[in-house]
């Protein structure tokens, strides 16, 4: 109960709005996407329409989804919510749930190896409100399920202690669902899998030796067909089922080398407090683009914060320490060790001195795993190695204290201590989704099989604002095509409105209404661009309609998709003709 309280405060005000806020930041756009995927499978489940051939988008090509979905559990949970409940809280439920799932996770993990509650309580509330897991929270939907990490690795240690079929069953179902709902938390913990592997098997005893190597080969081979049965039915069918993109994108298996270098931990990204910190995060501010911190405010939200590695030093010294192996010394030196290596898997591919490159592990996962770019992401399992040290740190701590009021107080300071490095707002990091400009209800009313499209058009990804707009309208639109197909070549092919043979390719499309933003034409300085837009009116197979005016947020402590500047609305009045862009 206490843990939902802070929960409350530190989302505010979210938990009261569910059905219309989701949370948010800056500019992060991707949320939209998720919300239009699930306002899609209810409105295709409404209108009777099959959910995998999703023709309203990069319309008339439209896109293919994976008839299993790409992440079988939250993908099925948030189908089930969107089409009773409503696509809102299908985004907002599961999220909210991984808060709690990975805080009561950690709690009987830490548990497993003190039996103190209110250690196991700071232990949780370290972990599962750390600013990586607010980074997620904010902006991506998927990255955000972290909350099974704890779960999987109580069910490795319970193996390693008691070897049994049944902890064997617990570890593999454990696993799948890391699997079933994230891949890289999937991919840090089969990492960890390994290590914990070597680890015990360099300490293991004479007593708990023998049966050590084929409990940990059951395993592995368990966890390997758990693996290709999850990956082949869920995310290698997205991929088959996607369109084909011929370049190197977030689209496909195959991400650009360079991403490797940008989305890597940096020297700072770990020490520096979240930039959305009301007090230390102007300091932060400063070192974003440095080759210090990084370029992405989500990607470098690594922040561990400065008590926790405090008291995670303080648990680290029993490493040089003679103690029992098999004790609570056992489990805090593994997990010193995970936290070294989970740092080093968060470098670039190479370490340059000089001329001399030291190439990190990185660099030859990529050549194998190319789908995986984003190597800082394996800072969650630092957080994790690091709040099981500080654990350890506080209960070395309380050991000074005989009074339980003593050791309560200590703990709630700490607990203090933790909250406030790691607090968020103000500003308020939500966004008010329950409204859109204007012109997108003028538009809803209009004859639903018409087809639009929205200027600028979106080219090098898709526009998720436009995708967003749909879920009002409920209109097909040629927008949201992915980079390297034919639908995107043909769209590269019409960027300019105000060209006299754009109107004629758009009729040939289907579209009979242009949706012009003006202010995100006014946003480059480029004079082609500008250009394009002062003659726009001047194309005679457009038609005018109507002009929207600006719109702003009604609450301006709160963020809102209704903000917008002026739109313009034209009617495709041209002769059609197809394009000569080559299919392929």
Known sequence: MVFLLILFFITFPLLLHLDKFIPGFYSSDESYAVLQGFWWLK?????????????VTAYPFGLQHSPLGIYPS??????????TFSWVLAYNLPMIC???????????LFYHFTHDALICFFVGTIYALCPY????????????????????????????????FKNVLLCVLSFALLLSFELHSAFFMLITTFLFMFYTMIHRDEHKGGSLYKIYFL???????????????????????????????AYNAVRPFEDLFSQSAKPLSYFLPSIVHPLFGKFTEQFIGSPLYG????????????????????????????????GGRFYQNFFILLAIVAWIFSQ??????????????????????????????????????????????????????????????????????????????????????????????????????IVIAEYPIDTNGANEMYKFYQTVHEKSMINGTIPGTYPNRIASSITRLSAQDTPAILIWLGVRY?????????????????EDLNSIPKNTGLKFIRSFPQQDCPNENIACTQVTGPIDVYEVVAPGVKPTVKQE
């Open 514 to 530: 242009v949706l012009v933003h003006k202010q995100d034409y006014l946003k480059t300085e480029e004079i082609a661009v500008l």
């Open 43 to 55: 409105f295709s489940f409404l209108s009777h329409r099959p959910w995998t051939n999703e023709v």
């Open 133 to 164: 897991q607010f980074a997620r929270f904010w902006q991506h939907f998927a990255l955000a399920f972290t909350g099974f990490i704890p779960l999987y690795m109580l069910s490795l240690v319970k193996l390693y202690e008691n070897r049994t």
């Open 74 to 83: 939250w993908f099925h949970l948030s189908r089930l919510i969107s089409i």
């Open 348 to 449: 670039p591919p190479w370490w340059k001195i000089g001329s001399i490159r030291i190439y990190m592990p990185s660099f030859f996962i990529y050549k194998i795993i190319p789908i995986f770019r984003a190597y800082c992401r394996f800072g969650i399992l630092v957080m994790f190695a690091v709040a099981i040290l500080a654990g350890f740190g506080l209960k070395s701590v309380l050991e000074r204290f005989s009074s339980a009021k003593s050791k309560m107080g200590i703990t709630v300071l700490f607990c203090a201590l933790i909250l406030f490095e790691f607090w968020n707002w103000p500003p308020y990091k939500v966004i008010d989704v329950s409204r859109a400009p204007e012109v997108y209800y003028w538009l809803k009313n209009q004859p639903r099989d």
């Open 98 to 108: 991984n808060f709690i799932i990975g805080f009561i996770s950690m709690f009987f």
């Open 219 to 249: 395993v592995i081979v368990l966890i390997a067909f758990t693996s290709i049965v999850i990956l082949y039915r869920s995310f290698l069918a997205g991929l088959i089922f996607a369109p084909k993109s011929t370049i190197p994108s």
């Open 295 to 326: 370029e992405s405010i989500t990607e470098h939200t690594l922040y561990l914060g400065w008590v926790p590695l405090v008291l995670a030093f303080i648990g680290a010294r029993s490493y040089f320490k003679k103690n029992n192996e098999h």
